[in-house]
């Protein structure tokens, strides 16, 4: 470890914008990047056993809006919704139609309740979708490329 790194105070919470040094190989010297860069790296190498990259979120308020991320080559998607609480309202948007690949799937699981529930296509249409979601519900969206649809299948 660097006798610089070492010297510097510690922090006891982090924040988004938080900056850690790294060595970059393909850049050949040291370079810094944010806790946010960090954790959506992370994100999109983390791969469950049955190939689906799991992306979590944890809305604190009524009204959140949470988007499904695109993945390397339109792979499959476990979102993890952990809201502090039960609420009113929230809306997930799923791939954007660009991104989005024929048998493409997305699993939803959330711990609490969501009253009012809403599935942004995205440029997609989206059929079958839930409108409130139960604590611990969950549900599973299949993407059609012939005619742009995101269906419910589980």
């Known amino acids: 470890m660097s006798v610089e790194i070492i010297r510097l105070s510690a922090v006891d919470e982090l924040a988004a914008g938080d900056q850690f040094p790294l060595y970059s190989a393909a850049n050949g010297d040291a370079r810094r990047t944010s806790l946010t860069l960090l954790t959506e790296y992370m994100q999109n190498q983390i791969t469950s056993q049955d190939g689906m990259q799991t992306q979590y979120a944890a809305p604190n308020a009524t009204g959140f809006t949470l988007t499904v991320a695109p993945t390397v080559a339109g792979g499959d998607v476990w979102l993890r919704v952990t809201p502090t609480a039960g609420f009113a309202a929230g809306t997930i948007t799923l791939p954007a139609l660009a991104s989005s690949v024929d ?9 609490q309740a969501v009253t009012t529930f809403t599935v942004n296509g995205n440029g997609s249409t989206v059929e079958g979708a839930p409108t409130t979601l139960a604590a611990n519900a969950f549900f599973r969206l299949r993407y059609e490329a012939v005619f742009h649809v995101w269906v419910r299948v589980g």
């Open 103 to 111: 048998r493409q799937e997305v699993l939803v699981t959330c711990n």
